[in-house]
Nanobody, 116 residues
Framework: QVQLVESGGGLVQAGGSLRLSCAASINIFRINDMGWYRQAPGKQRELVARITSGGITNYADFVKGRFTISRANAKNTVYLQMNSLKAEDTAVYSC??????????WGQGTQVAVSS
């Protein structure tokens, strides 16, 4: 069983920055891909960014150039640095991980609110 614990959400003004963290309860080397998804009120959950075990990243078009995903294997943690935040970035952001057995895990989510 893998537990993912997010932190770093909060309220920020448009143009500001936040850094989300997601700590995994097992050795991160047993995890393949990790990523962040978000869900705004009344909308479907959508991919924000993903990172492979080898460090290859991909981003949703709406965050390219503003958000950066990274992982610190020694700390079993993945990060999402969010810059130039917009009101439309307001959502619950959830951490996701896929293990070598193909099992997916989700964190409980952290709220990000951006005021315009």
């Amino acid at each position: 069983q893998v537990q993912l614990v997010e932190s770093g959400g909060g309220l920020v003004q448009a143009g500001g920055s936040l850094r989300l963290s997601c700590a995994a309860s097992i050795n991160i080397f047993r995890i393949n891909d990790m990523g962040w998804y978000r869900q705004a009120p009344g909308k479907q959950r959508e991919l924000v960014a993903r990172i492979t075990s080898g460090g290859i990243t991909n981003y949703a078009d709406f965050v390219k150039g503003r958000f950066t995903i990274s992982r610190a294997n020694a700390k079993n943690t993945v990060y999402l640095q969010m810059n130039s935040l917009k009101a439309e970035d307001t959502a619950v952001y959830s951490c996701w991980a896929s293990t070598s057995l193909g099992t997916n895990y989700w964190g409980q989510g952290t709220q990000v609110a951006v005021s315009s």
